[in-house]
């Protein structure tokens, strides 16, 4: 099931993500395009801002917010 209630909020990394399409640095921003439930497993689609594209897991990004706004969402 694709989720899109956070498309286009802000997401940093909160810690170092390594995936097959190169590392994704602790910090590292980008923008939420949707949330995916697969085989049992609750993964976010990223565009990080160095061009990747990739999914993650919620503990592994913060929300920051969506590019209008401010900063001013929690972990998820």
Known sequence: ???TSLTGMRC???KEIRSHRGPIRRY???I???DIDNLGRHL???QWDNGVIDY???LEI???GSEEEPDRHVVH
């Open 32 to 34: 939420i395009q949707y």
């Open 12 to 14: 940093r990394a909160t």
């Open 44 to 46: 976010i689609s990223v």
């Open 28 to 30: 590292s921003e980008g």
């Open 62 to 64: 913060e929300i920051l």
């Open 1 to 3: 099931m694709v989720d």
């Open 56 to 58: 993650v897991y919620p």
